[in-house]
């Protein structure tokens, strides 16, 4: 899949976010969450200290930025950055589209803290990484304890959305 | 934030305990089991590889293990350079023997049955099983096809590991935890970051063992690097990671001796980023591999529109069904038969043109041709393509399967997110490499930079690459 390709659905999941994701972490849990539910956007993802992450789409956003059509700005204060599509975004690069069951989950996850997200998509690799029931627990608990007030929202959200068994 | 804050003290403690009772129980069977006379494998890149274990012998007598014979290491690169025919085996040999002397570096006071070193040599000997055939291709057939249960081959290496039948009882006598530790590992759920990045960060054994190996069987020498000097500089740190939020935490990582290690780490980054661009990039290596894909695509498609292309395989009907595919069918893939299989549709003209046509070129190398796009936009691309796909049609050339476009892109380091690597001066806290000084340090300015290589392609039949290069310089001016 050529980056441009990759791009489109990139430009079009920000754009259904609402034209800006608060920091990198967000975009790669949120993608690797939509393509988790079936929506391949060209990604290969490793799980690293703060979760599940993919070298290329980092790479993709700095091409992205490098062509003018990615904005990243450091959120001022803070070690994140804020992504938005620059204004001549539309000339770079084609929209495509995402899955309509990608679209649902956007809907529900846009607002949500980056932390949340974090904490959702981990419970989303271990368990298809086999960890379920009690095992994946602890194994969160091992691996983000810095997130416990995440988990049960997060839990209830990998139940709702990517039907993790969390009893 | 304190990464264990979360449990009380006595909690943790009891924690501990309960992992060193585990971890004492089966390093005596570690023990029991290390070989009195080691075995020696000769390797043209470490010269002797030393197995003093009786897991790393069972494991490499496993269907899953063997099976990496019979998958290139580099793909199809083998029709540019023609030395680089050597295997997933040979590589994942020479990933296993230098976990242990990393290991053994940063660890020198851990005797030989040790927990953590077994699980991390075997996670190293074990972390690309799960490649499908031409290694890193047939992920990237699967996302061209946007298949919906596309799997890393981490992840695939994971649940080769924990479900292979062969696999579990190599394992037996280590428990499921020693199994489950291996997993995690290469799936990167280990909770020590410290292991993990012996397999897998910027400067790990996957890498080393790579770099060398392929600079070797190509001959383009780009990757070499004084990996033994690196080695010796390396050492465990405690080092502190700032969360994107905000939130710092400490952990235990490889840190490299700045003064010493800085020249020979560039030079491994530089060696890493050449051999992207020479080898792993190489215009006719794209070509190959998008000739490859578009083989496969085809051959997907025809059976997605009912047509008998005269070969029956569960994979392939997995894909077009929108399936799950097991862990029993993806170990039938291999190298071997797919080339059979393009063999096959070379030979048969009459199950269908383009299949037919680019399995001949493929196999008697007569690729399609790239010409590079300087000026990247959507606009050019498009306005290019258009016109480019005028002409296949013209001349017959289906463009689904004629036009390829391919665009490469590497950086030398990675300095967002994760495996940062790390450097230490003497009593002072171990930086991170992003972090050097790089008045004093020149060559690393420019490599953290980022110094980087970006290729863009269209890749197009010879016959018509005449017009396709007029038609580039026409729309870029």
Not at chain 2, 29 to 36: A, D, M, V, Y
Not at chain 2, 87 to 101: E, I, Y
């Amino acid at each position: 899949m050529s980056i441009l390709k990759r791009l489109g659905k990139i430009k079009t999941l920000i754009e259904k976010v609402g034209g800006t994701v608060n920091g990198r972490k967000k975009l790669h849990k949120l993608v690797y969450l939509l393509q988790h539910s079936g929506d391949n956007l060209g990604y290969r993802f490793v799980f690293h200290n703060y979760g599940v992450f993919s070298p290329l789409l980092a790479n993709d956003l700095d091409m992205g930025s490098s062509m003018n059509a990615i904005e990243q700005k450091i959120i001022p204060g803070s070690n994140a950055y804020k992504i938005s599509l620059s204004e001549t975004a539309s000339k770079m690069i084609i929209n495509d589209d995402l899955s309509s069951k990608s679209e649902e989950i956007i809907e529900v996850l846009k607002n949500k803290e980056p932390q949340l997200l974090e904490a959702l998509s981990t419970i989303v690799y271990l368990n298809s990484n086999y960890y379920q029931g009690t095992r994946l627990r602890k194994k969160l608990e091992e691996l983000k304890p810095n997130l416990a007030s995440q988990y049960d929202e997060a839990f209830e959200l990998a139940n709702r959305l990517f039907d993790v068994e969390t009893n | 934030m304190n990464i264990f804050k979360k449990g009380s003290l006595s909690i943790e403690k009891e924690e501990k305990n309960k992992d060193h009772n585990y971890k004492d129980k089966i390093e005596k069977q570690i023990e029991e089991n290390l070989l009195t006379t080691p075995k020696i494998i000769r390797d043209p890149i470490h010269d002797l590889i030393k197995i003093n274990h009786k897991l790393i012998l069972d494991l490499l007598d496993t269907e899953p293990m063997q099976r990496l014979r019979r998958i290139r290491q580099l793909g199809v690169a083998s029709l540019v350079y023609p030395g680089a025919e050597h295997s997933r085996f040979a590589h994942s040999l020479g990933a296993f023997h230098l976990a242990g002397r990393m290991y053994n570096q940063i660890r020198p006071e851990r005797k030989a049955a040790d927990y953590d070193r077994l699980v991390v040599q075997v996670a190293a000997l074990l972390h690309d099983l799960g490649h499908g055939p031409f290694s890193h291709l047939f992920e990237a057939l699967l996302n061209e096809l946007r298949y919906k249960y596309t799997l890393s081959h981490e992840e695939w290496s994971g649940s080769i590991v924990m479900e292979h039948e062969e696999m579990t009882k190599c394992f037996e006598e280590y428990g499921e935890e020693f199994k489950s530790d291996v997993k995690d590992v290469i799936t990167g759920q280990f909770k020590s970051s410290l292991l993990k990045s012996i397999v897998n960060s910027q400067l790990d054994v996957d890498k080393f063992d790579y770099m060398l190996r392929d600079s070797f069987m190509t001959g383009a020498h780009y990757g070499r690097f004084d990996l033994n000097w690196m080695l010796r500089n390396m050492t465990i740190k405690n080092v502190q990671m700032l969360d994107e939020d905000g939130e710092s935490f400490g952990l235990e990582a490889i840190a490299l001796d700045a003064r010493r290690g800085t020249s020979a780490l560039e030079q491994f980054l530089l060696g890493n980023l050449y051999l992207y661009n020479h080898v792993y990039y190489h215009k006719t290596v794209q070509c190959a591999e998008g000739v490859f894909i578009k083989i496969l695509m085809r051959a997907v498609n025809l059976i997605k529109e009912g047509k008998d292309i005269g070969i029956e395989n569960n994979v392939l009907n997995c894909i077009v069904s929108e399936s799950k595919i097991s862990m029993e069918d993806f170990l039938e893939l291999n190298d071997h038969l797919i080339l059979s299989w393009i063999t096959f549709w070379s030979k048969n003209k009459d199950i269908d043109k383009s299949l037919h046509d680019l399995s001949l070129r493929f196999l008697s190398r007569k690729l399609l041709k790239a010409v590079k796009i300087e000026k990247v936009s959507i606009s050019v691309y498009e306005r290019i393509s258009k016109r480019v796909k005028k002409i296949l049609n013209n001349n017959g050339f289906p463009p689904d399967y004629y036009f390829i476009v391919s665009d490469p892109a590497r950086v030398a380091y990675k300095k967002v997110d994760y495996g940062e690597i790390f450097l230490f001066e003497e009593e002072n806290n171990p930086i991170r490499y992003s972090q050097i000084n790089t008045n004093n340090h020149p060559i690393s300015g420019a490599i953290i930079g980022p110094a980087k290589y970006e290729h863009h392609f269209i890749i197009v039949p010879k016959e018509i690459l005449t017009e396709v290069i007029q038609i580039k310089k026409e729309e870029e001016n």
